[in-house]
């Protein structure tokens, strides 16, 4: 096989492993999206402020000192012990669900019944006010999360390509982790909301609200679960991109990127999002080796936001959204 | 007591139809004129401009071009950052090409020239609404930040990719490069603040304010009661690219005097414009100032607070300026979704029966 053929299916493989984090970061956004309709824009920054806590919790370090010792003259840092990543992983995710209590009790209990645009700055604003949270609470310096996944290139993919084409594939062993995990997942998103009763539940409240408050489903708890839920997608997306690339500020970008991943699946399709992640993943990275050399690179910025403006036009609802009925 | 319309008789339809038609409300009007264009000028220092004026004023174009597109046409943009820088790069092309024209003419043009692009940018809108086209606007602001990064004849092949404002005069006096005394910024900010406002004003009570409103409410109703969708709807984005192109040029060429696209109009900047524009209050063009001050002096309030009295790190207090400004949008739009105007409309209510309320 021609090298740039060989080269060009590495680049797709290693489009799609990226799909599946954009995935997984866009599921959050579904998730609240159909539960609630609210437009979630500090999921971006959920998966911060989760890996920022894990990290924190696992290095034992002493939430809030940077400001403690501002106010009160102190040189508090850490614990001094450090926890296994499974019970800092399970303490993370209780960390998430009092935060979906707190957004709950204290945002949109509030601000139910308003319009969609004002919830969506409302969450503009959360995203602000957690990020300040995050870095006040744990320190703003980039921090590395190690949860014990296998990194590095995968030596059995190399050898075995090598040996079939007489080029190896660059595979890092992260990802492939990743998709794993995201696929497992899915699969128990799935299987919880089509087998239990709050599943059940949650689905009910994402057809029609009035219709589920009226047999009697606690549209309340349902926020918080489903907020809960999305904090803990959040957590998972955090620790797959804290594990590549540091935990830091830039980790609440991939909200950014996770947009236009929604628009081409649509804001209300689970499926949407993952195969709408898996093209913009798959597209991105096969246009930048192939037309950004001659663009002078770096178009992994905007491509997918283009490509799903265009793709908008002939298509509004998106991929697998539900077809837009407008009445006066 | 205050706002009283009794004894305040008009005789002629244009008395009728004016702006302010409350006497109290244009004296009002007027002394803030007087006191801007009068009073500020002579007392003005070069941290009152740097800090609070001249980002307060440019802003306020800013929020005013947004708030036309968002508040009164219903198009919400997350691209005004974009479209800013568009504006920048506009003004210093023309500068750079034409040293001898006045500013007073390249600014303008840049706003042209910035609605122009922003109109082709709004060409999505006829097709996707709501959060789809909040997003795709954001197309916008990755793709043309990365076109003025990655073309060289943007930034007319400067070594560092920057670009930097050359010194340029109006009526002789210099109001760009580093030269710039305090007061010129101020001034020819406030000439182009008063000016757009006053369009702004005027456009948004005529018939096409009306139609752009129209839409907003809801565009289907619209469309059958006659008000043409797509006419209203670029006219929109136009006018508003417009004013945010104005905005832009000012921005780079008086207050920043260099300016990286990527740093100076990021995406943080169009959420900063968005930001002012719901605090101050949709659909109000006395909201998008009240918007831009409140955003413009909250930081340096909070700064000058716990940097300057308290003596906290000033990365402490960075974090803690995100918490509290992200707390008060949550809070602003938990207890008033209408924005300060609105605030201010109740409070204006109260005082035309103070201390009289019987």
Known sequence: MPDQLLFAMEVMLNGLMAGVLYALVALGFVLIFKASGIFNYAQGVMALFSALTLVGIMDGQIPFSHLINAIFGTDLHHFGWHVPAVVAIFLT??????????????????????????????????????????????????????????????????????????????IDNLDISATIVAIILVAGLIA???????????????????????????????????????????LVAGIMWGAKSGVQFSLSLIALKALPVLMLGGFTSIPGAIVGGLIIGVGEKLFEFLIGPMVGGATENWFAYVLALLFLVFRPQGLFGEKIIERV | MFYREAGDFSTTYPQDSQTFP????????????????????????????????????????????????????GQVSLGTGAFMAVGAYAV?????????????????????????????????????????????????????????NKVPWFYNYSASGQISSPERTVFGIIITGPNTEAWAKYMICLVFVTICAIIARNLTRGAMGRKWMAIRDMDIAAEIIGVNPMKAKLTAFMVSGFFVGI???LFFSVYLGAAEVGESFGIDKSFLVLFMVIIGGLGSIFGSFIGAAFMVLLPVLLKNVLVGWLGWPTDLAAHLQFIISGGLIIVFL?????????????????????????
């Open chain 1, 93 to 170: 995710v209780i960390v998430m669900a009092v935060f979906a209590w707190l957004v709950q009790k204290f945002i949109f209990r509030h601000l139910v019944n308003q319009e969609p645009i004002l919830l969506f700055m409302a969450t503009i604003g959360l995203a602000y006010f957690l990020e300040g949270v995050g870095d006040l609470m744990w320190g703003s310096d980039i921090k590395k999360l190690d949860v014990g996944l296998p990194q590095g290139i995968n030596e059995w993919i190399d050898i075995t390509t090598f040996e079939a084409f007489g080029y190896g594939f660059f």
């Open chain 1, 192 to 234: 919880f909301s089509q087998y239990t009763k709050q599943g059940r539940a949650l689905r009910a409240v994402a057809d029609d609200h009035q219709a589920a408050l009226s047999v009697g489903i606690s549209l309340n708890f349902i926020w918080i679960l489903v907020w809960s839920i999305a904090g803990f997608v959040a």
């Open chain 2, 22 to 73: 409350i006497r109290f409300d244009r004296y009002r009007y007027y002394v803030v004129l007087a006191v801007a264009f009068l009073v500020i000028p002579f007392i003005i220092n070069d941290y009152w401009a740097n800090a609070v004026f001249v980002p307060f004023l440019i802003y306020a174009i800013a929020a005013i071009g947004l708030n036309i597109l968002t508040g009164y046409c």
């Open chain 2, 92 to 148: 210093y092309k023309l500068m750079t090409a034409f040293p001898d024209v006045s500013m007073l003419i390249h600014i303008p043009v840049a706003g042209l020239i910035t609605a122009a692009v922003v109109t082709l940018f709004g060409l999505p809108s006829l097709r996707i609404k709501g959060f789809y086209l909040a997003v795709a606007t954001l197309a916008a602001q990755f793709f043309l930040v990365w076109l003025f």
């Open chain 2, 247 to 249: 905005a832009g040029a």
């Open chain 2, 334 to 358: 938990i207890m008033e979704p209408h924005g300060l105007a609105q605030l201010w409309r109740v409070t204006k209510e109260k005082l035309r029966l103070w201390p009289f309320p019987h």
